[in-house]
């Protein structure tokens, strides 16, 4: 047996460029340059260079393309480099001008450099159909059409303040959508049925897998077992679908489609952490292009654009002027889906802060 | 010549339009590889998804699992299941590493690498079930470690923190390694009632998003008021110091004698001004972990955003308590619920009592407006004390 | 002489120390009348109530009935039965008026009168069991009207309104009136599950609070900008300005040649710059009526604020949609059932289709955070026909 | 039969005073005069006077004390009078002078005259032990306390804002309570047993008081009838020992009391409505001067007066600091009780507005 590493590599400062090194926990300031490089200034006064450029909106590259960015980051940036939480990629460059050429190359190998301040900062999916069991929409395909749409504000148009979007397949949520400023969400709406393949399940494995207990598991009169979805409780999450090829959603291509959120945010500025809210409660899946899909997308942003102050996050606008006048101005049609299902409560609660 | 079925046909019209645009393309990157991009095609053809799991394949070296793909369009595209990479702290790759895993990615895969899955790990698709032994091996053997999966802690992510940021009240990818050398195990064996995730964030901005997507958040911060370079202050045009004291949401700051004055019993610590200060203001200097709760996005009752469970001094004090939760979590959260559905449905109260800890008012967001609750007989009598001892 | 019991002599030991200080007394008050105060100083002694209800007695004349006050120790002190008086809109009361109640009191009660009740009601307290009848016989001879008990409306209570305030959008006192011509046995006759208020405010300052414990209430508001006198604005000195144009929550003033201009379309009609405004802003013109349901303060939930419905254009929507709220509450409430819990029950959008009106946006405080909502197939088409409307 | 009005005295035109009557709808701005004293100016420079003086917090006079008030609406105020929400006497008056002397006249009769802008402006209270069947505290007299404690602040003292203060007996809440900015809600805190006097009782209607349905009706060995408390879903509220003399609490003394909540207000200007909020969940009634409850009470009012910026009433002051902030700043422990019952959502909520 060789040695093996238990847990991922470290200690980290193996893998940052020398030239960080001795400034690290020392940072006193940074300065926007030009668009997509920050200078990052040391209390001695040394600089260094990031340079954020976009990626595929899942992440996916192909190895021959990978290995262009390698050399890049050999290149320029210590022969390292970092992927950033909103799946981009950064570079850490010793000098402006090396940034800026790397900037040059990034942008000839088709990768925007921006992303900072009142931009796009990032988009970002999970696997959707392209690699996973569970999508109700495909989102990487949703979300690549988002970012063609919304591309200028990455890197050259403002906007009132940081915008963040993602996109998920269903409602588990791995790409991230709730958490950002736009989010896409994939909603199955049907109930999934039991085939006669179920007695290829483990079914105990597959009752397991439902998240609220929807699924159980009965005797047949001939003493064999199967399995039955009490449809009270469902929640239409899918993962018994995934999970079991004996269990299906009949009709996926008119029940699948995905619910837009908007106003999530982590930053405790202004009022803290929240979650998006439902804004469409659903629209059919439509590839290639998704036109209602981006189009929706389209209003809130031009909406919030046109609308808000300068400095505003989607959360914050909306919560000085309120929901009637956010679907008033953007035009955008209300269903009764969209009302928090705690709101009957009429219990109005004080504003939350962050960390409180 | 096989005929290419129908779905294929118009799946290629339909991939053809998706990869028009000037942004980064996956599909683009795809073809480029051996991806079975026919089978994506017809499943946007079809509007459905044409995998089902096959589960997550445990081996040694990776106890905690594979992840099956399987395909349930065999004539059109192969399973594609897939290896979970985990990254030195902050994500830095050398391109060194980086090639390596193009050469797995090569050897094993379809030529693809997912550089980053959103929770921050690198991910080699394609490798077929067969030689799945072979590449952990192999893999391991280069020196590199896979995980991230199964009932256990997922990666634990980090902000870049001190490494580069001037916000950073601590060193985020320092403190991750840490976990690691502390509580692999945690990560390494699948014994929890559904996965864990632990977030770090240098400071309230919470570039991680600890708050809302982490089982377990720490974020680091200070207490009192930031740390104002008066000097600064007051060489900047007078617009920008009103809207440094105007943005403050609990009006802590006010004018003085041409600087500003930060009064610290106000602060919570928002990051506004520091954002506006332009360098001018700094986190202050007593600093302190806040520890957050229960975030995650669907478990049981869908999103939940998490909540503060305290503030501690130290590092030390943050593993200990990070000790106790995953105990609590592990002895009584059920069969797939997540530690936010746990506390849904027990309450911070409830968990507060299984890490032998008060409720107190940093925990609350809002407070109650009725009346209809047990006040037992020892807190009726502790009441009495409390508020007898109140001076006149 | 019988013996003084020890809590009667505790009582009013009791009774004089809250008697000390300089706020009108409602002690002293009652010393000089014939209410039973040591069986009152007595349940201090105690701590324990001593009545017991006897529940509503009906009447003719007064169908919602008379409620019955029991003493559970009638050797200290009698039973105090009340007689609930409704008074004219706004609550005033002539002078003639006020000594007829007088009058009754003396004859009838105890010599008390109970100005105001929370309900806004006059209350004569202390009418024993057997003169009810007589009382409220010659109680009405006189002119004057008892209510405002059972399940039925209870008393409708307005802000001053027109009559005295600048900030008012109709007349309330009026509109109460009206109530009484068009409804007036929805208040007397008790056929509701539960008792119902209405209460009314001229403007969104709400002195009505009626946002709080009216199971209806109507606001006067309008719709769009404030009026603004900018000749006023422009005299006012910079500061005062500079308060009214911070102030809007939405931030929908600025400032415009010296004087200000507010943005119709941002106004929510929050009634800050007015008040800031010293005359010089005043209520839009085109007047609304927003009407608010379920708030009240126990029934099964606890408190809840009420919800607001709609808005509408006229006192005559006012009064049609106020019927039918009642028939929607009449018909599907359960006993002992309040509005405000009855949506919690149903949900606002269950109440919305019995009143046959569907959701929308101004009905909801916040929107949902989870996918986890049925869509129907038409709710799904109706979407797509919606979106698919939508102008490129 | 005589005639007999149906339903309250109307039009209310017959009731306000003549020199009103033709102001009507044209009142265009309003000027505080001395303490307790408006002057409403109509569309047409005319003026009346608005004296708003003290009451008693429960509302209860001897006709002795009501009758000299009525004189005294007879000599100022065109003989009539009217009670506001507050339940403060309103007496409206043609001349500023005329005000005077009745504000001269109300003072020597020992009714404070004030209440408006930055002051305290009522303080409201049910009827409690002094008339009612379901008191947990005697709200009037924890009020009259409260009004001796916090007079100053109507008629001399300037406070950050309005300042009301209400009291109530038991959940149902009358006195207007959660309503205000300052609470006192009277509390059971055990559950009531069934003593064999019950069988006195209208059993089914003892079962229907009940709000939350916890009374069963249960048939005895002997064919009797009786009833039966779940104690899972009693809420404590006390209605049925109200109802019925068989169901008694068994210590009042030692269980019974009060919480305080803070926060509560109707008007829409900042945030909108909104109830008030536990801050202390249980206090024993301590009379004759519940020192505790009336430390609270001061507590609160002390830290709010020195720590809020103009203008804020108690519940945009906690909204500013948060509520961890709110218990330090005022030393006042907490207690769990005071946590939201539903805060475990960890869901948070974007600021509600009034009307949205
Ligand atoms: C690189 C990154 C952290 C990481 O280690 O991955 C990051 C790093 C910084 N963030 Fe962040 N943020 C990063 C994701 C986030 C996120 C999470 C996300 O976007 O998914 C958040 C919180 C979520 C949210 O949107 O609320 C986040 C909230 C902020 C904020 C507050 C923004 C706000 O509107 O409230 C700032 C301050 C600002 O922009 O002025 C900020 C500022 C910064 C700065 C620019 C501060 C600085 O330079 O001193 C950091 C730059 C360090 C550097 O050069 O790398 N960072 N930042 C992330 C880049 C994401 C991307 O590729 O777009
Ligand atoms: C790869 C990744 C998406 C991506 O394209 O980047 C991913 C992919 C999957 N996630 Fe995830 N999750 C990924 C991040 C997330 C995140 C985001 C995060 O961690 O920052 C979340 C939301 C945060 C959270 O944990 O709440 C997330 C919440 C889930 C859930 C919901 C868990 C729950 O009950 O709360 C599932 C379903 C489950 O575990 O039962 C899930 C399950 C899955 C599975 C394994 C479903 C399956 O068995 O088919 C997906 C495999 C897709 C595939 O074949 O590639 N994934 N998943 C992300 C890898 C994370 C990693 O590297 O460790
Ligand atoms: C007299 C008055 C308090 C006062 O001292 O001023 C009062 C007194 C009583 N209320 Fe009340 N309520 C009074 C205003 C209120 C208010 C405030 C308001 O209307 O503005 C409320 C809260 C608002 C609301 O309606 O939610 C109120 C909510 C209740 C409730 C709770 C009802 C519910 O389930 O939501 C009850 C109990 C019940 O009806 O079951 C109740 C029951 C009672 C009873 C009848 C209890 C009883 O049967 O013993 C009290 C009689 C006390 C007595 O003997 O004098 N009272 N009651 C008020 C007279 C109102 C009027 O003139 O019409
Ligand atoms: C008389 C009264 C209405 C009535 O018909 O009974 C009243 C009448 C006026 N209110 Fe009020 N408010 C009255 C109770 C209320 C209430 C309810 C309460 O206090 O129980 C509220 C809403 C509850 C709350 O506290 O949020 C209320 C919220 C306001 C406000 C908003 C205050 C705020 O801080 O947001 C104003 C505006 C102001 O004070 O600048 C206001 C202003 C006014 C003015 C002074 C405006 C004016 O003069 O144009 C009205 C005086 C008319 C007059 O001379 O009679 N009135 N006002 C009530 C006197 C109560 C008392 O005796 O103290
Ligand atoms: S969000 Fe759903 S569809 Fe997307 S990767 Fe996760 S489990 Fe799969
Ligand atoms: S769809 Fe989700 S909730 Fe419904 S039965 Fe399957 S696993 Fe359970
Ligand atoms: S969370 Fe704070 S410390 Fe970490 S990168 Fe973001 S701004 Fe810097
Ligand atoms: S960090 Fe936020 S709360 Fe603290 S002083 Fe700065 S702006 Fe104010
Ligand atoms: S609610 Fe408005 S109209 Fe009515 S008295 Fe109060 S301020 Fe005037
Ligand atoms: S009424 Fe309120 S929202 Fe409207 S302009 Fe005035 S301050 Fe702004
Ligand atoms: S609040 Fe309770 S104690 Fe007070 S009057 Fe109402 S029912 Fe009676
Ligand atoms: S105290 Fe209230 S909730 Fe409990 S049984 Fe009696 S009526 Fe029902």
């Not at chain 1, 030009?34 to 590259?61: C, Q």
């Not at chain 1, 909603?187 to 929807?214: R, S, W």
């Not at chain 1, 209003?299 to 400095?311: L, P, Q, R, S």
């Not at chain 2, 000790?323 to 506390?343: N, P, Q, Y």
Request: charged residues 25%; hydrophobic residues 35%; neutral net charge.
């Amino acid at each position: 047996m060789t040695e093996r590493p238990e847990g991922p590599p470290r200690p980290y400062l193996n893998f940052v460029p020398d030239y960080v090194k001795d400034s690290i926990g020392k940072w006193v300031t940074h300065k926007m340059q030009e668009g997509g490089i920050i200078e990052h200034i040391d209390s001695r006064g040394k600089k260094v260079y990031t340079v954020k450029a976009a990626s595929t909106p899942n992440g996916r590259y192909s190895t021959i393309t990978m290995r262009q960015i390698t050399a890049l980051a050999r290149k320029y940036a210590g022969a390292t480099m970092r992927f950033t939480q909103g799946l981009n990629m950064e570079f850490i460059v010793g000098s402006l001008e090396k940034a800026k050429a790397l900037k040059q190359e990034l942008k000839e190998l088709g990768f925007p450099v921006g992303g900072w301040k009142e931009h796009l900062w990032s988009l970002t999916s999970c696997a959707g159909y392209f690699h996973c069991a569970l999508a109700a929409t495909d989102a990487p395909s949703v979300i690549q059409n988002i970012a063609n749409s919304l591309s200028r504000y990455f890197d050259e148009e403002e906007l009132p303040a940081k915008l963040t979007i993602a996109g998920s397949g269903c409602p588990s949520s791995c790409g991230g959508s709730f958490l950002t400023d736009i989010s896409i969400n994939g909603i199955h709406t049907e109930i999934p049925v039991i085939t006669e393949n179920v007695k290829n399940c483990d079914l105990q494995g597959t009752a397991f897998t439902c998240p609220v207990g929807a699924i159980q598991l009965k005797t047949l009169p001939d003493g064999g077992k199967t399995i039955e979805i009490r449809e009270s409780l469902c929640i239409g999450c899918g993962l018994c679908v995934g999970a079991c090829g004996g269990i299906i959603f009949q009709t996926p291509e008119k029940t699948d489609g995905h619910a837009i959120s908007i106003g999530g945010k982590a930053s405790a500025s202004r009022y803290g952490t929240t979650l998006g809210r439902i804004v469409v409660p659903f629209i059919p899946n439509e590839p290639p292009h998704y036109e209602k899909t981006i189009r929706v997308v389209e209003t809130i942003v031009e909406t919030w654009k046109k609308d808000a102050k300068k400095g505003e996050r989607i959360a914050d606008w909306v919560d000085r002027i309120g929901w009637e006048k956010f679907f008033e101005k953007s035009g955008l049609p209300f269903y009764p889906q969209s009302m928090d299902y705690l709101d009957i409560r009429g219990i109005t609660t004080l504003r939350d802060g962050s960390g409180r | 010549m096989t005929e290419v079925p129908e779905e294929v046909k118009k799946g290629r019209e339909i991939v053809k339009e998706i990869e028009r645009g000037s942004w980064p393309n996956f599909l683009k990157e795809a073809e480029k590889t051996r991806y079975p991009v026919d089978l994506y095609g017809a499943s946007l053809y079809l509007k459905r998804d044409l995998f089902t799991t096959g589960g997550y394949v445990s081996v040694p070296g990776a106890p905690t699992g594979i992840l099956m793909r399987v395909t349930s369009r065999p004539d059109i595209g192969e399973s594609t299941n897939v290896v979970r990479v985990l990254l030195p702290s902050g994500n830095f790759i050398t391109s060194d590493m980086m090639d390596k895993f193009c050469d797995f990615a090569d050897k094993f895969g379809v030529g693809m690498v997912h550089a980053l899955s959103t929770g921050q790990n690198v991910e080699i698709p394609g490798i077929p079930k067969d030689r799945i032994r072979e590449f952990v091996t192999e893999f391991r053997d280069a020196g590199l470690e896979i995980g991230s999966t199964g009932d256990a802690f997922r990666n634990t992510t980090t902000c870049v923190g001190a490494t580069l940021c001037e916000y950073a009240n601590m060193d985020t990818m320092g403190m991750r390694d840490e976990f690691y050398d502390k509580f692999n195990d945690y990560a390494k064996y699948p014994t929890f009632p559904h996965k864990m995730k632990l977030k770090i964030s240098g400071c309230p901005l919470d570039c991680a998003r600890t708050t809302q997507k982490a089982d377990i958040g720490v974020v680091g911060s200070w207490v009192g008021a930031p740390i104002v370079d008066n000097k600064m202050i007051s060489s900047m045009p007078k617009e920008k110091v009103d809207a440094i004291v105007n943005s403050c949401p609990t009006l802590a700051i006010s004018r003085e004698n041409g600087g500003i004055s930060i009064k610290g019993e106000d602060c919570i610590q928002c990051m506004k001004c520091l954002r506006n200060g332009e360098g001018a203001i700094k986190p202050g200097d007593k600093k302190t972990f806040l520890i957050y709760v229960g975030g995650k996005l669907r478990g049981k009752k869908g999103p939940l955003t998490s909540k503060l469970l305290m503030r501690v001094d130290t590092k030390e004090e943050v593993m200990e308590k990070l000790e106790k939760i995953v105990e609590a979590f592990t002895d009584h959260a059920a069969r797939k619920e997540r530690l936010g559905d746990l506390i849904f449905r027990i309450g911070m109260k409830g968990l507060l009592e299984l890490l032998e800890m008060k409720l107190q008012a940093l925990n609350v967001k809002d407070l109650r407006t009725n009346v209809f609750y047990p006040v037992s007989e020892e807190e009726r009598q502790e009441i009495a004390n409390d508020l007898a001892g109140r001076g006149k």
